[in-house]
Structures are given as C-alpha cells and as structure tokens.
C-alpha cells in the first residue's frame, strides 16, 4: 500500500474528494488544512518590524542589517537561504514598508560585524551598551515574530 499527501485548492476540494470517492481501492486517511508558510512568514515579518518600529527599537537605519544577517545565519528558522543586501531591501518593499535603508548603510554595518549570532562583535564600536542594543535587535525581533506565530497557530488551532 502507499500513501500520497496532495495539496488541493479550497475551491476545488470538494469536487476532488467527489472524484476519489468514485475509485476503488483509494481511502481517504485524513484530510486537514494546510499552512501557506510564505504568507504567514510574511506576516510575521510584518508583525515583528512593525513592532521594533512602534517601539523605537531602530535607531539607525543600519539596524536592518542586523534582522538581515539574523536571517542569512538560519537564527530565524522560516528562511531558506541568503539574502542579498538588495534582496533584502527588495523583500521588506514587497511587504509594504518604507523608509528602508540603502544597501551601502546594511553593507557597512554587514562588514563591521565578526563572529556569529549571539556571540557577534563589532569593528565600530567598544561601547558594552551599543554592543548590547544592536543584538537586542535581533533578540526583540525573534520575540514580536514569535507572538505573531503563536497567534497565527492559536488562529488555527481555534478553527
């Protein structure tokens, strides 16, 4: 016996479970609704820098690059992959935002910046508190996109 997992459009589902149920020898062994992982990624996105932004937690426009390079490290687990400076610019325009910085002030504070999270240290800067508000960064970015999935998953689960 085998089993085969099919992803199917809202729209086309009952029509889809009609046709199974006309072949003999194929049961249905569960059904449930799928999570479109991009858009609720995004959303998440949209939560977290929202949230930094209302908070003041961006003081320079560099501390993108801190979400940027949280991401290319695999900190935050729902990304594939690099991303370019001007990918990730590209990225937060798609998500609607705004006042984005240029890829030469992520690319500074990219190459300014040694070691790996959390354990990051900085060839600008010695001062133990800039140091710290720079990795709080990313640590308040994790938390807002954290909320915003558990919200996402308690949506779900209410159903």
Not at 97 to 102: A, V, Y
Not at 127 to 142: M, P, S, T, W
Request: charge should be negative.
């Amino acid at each position: 016996m085998r089993q085969i997992i099919l992803e199917v459009e809202d729209s086309y589902f009952d029509k889809f479970m009609g046709m199974v149920e006309m072949c003999h020898g194929v049961k249905v062994v569960s059904t449930h609704d799928s999570v479109d992982t991009r858009n609720d990624r995004d959303s998440c996105v949209v939560y977290a820098i929202n949230s930094l932004r209302n908070d003041g937690v961006f003081r320079y426009s560099f501390d993108y690059a801190w979400i940027m390079m949280a991401i290319n490290e695999g900190v935050i687990e729902d990304f594939e992959g690099e991303m370019s400076l001007q990918g990730f610019i590209d990225y937060l325009k798609e998500l609607g935002f705004n006042n984005l910085p240029c890829r030469t002030s992520l690319y500074n504070a990219y190459s300014k910046t040694l070691d790996s999270f959390p354990e990051w240290t900085f060839i600008d800067v010695k001062d133990a508190g800039e140091i710290l508000r720079r990795k709080n960064v990313v640590k308040q970015f994790l938390s807002a996109y954290g909320v915003a999935k558990r919200g996402i998953v308690n949506k779900m689960l209410n159903k």
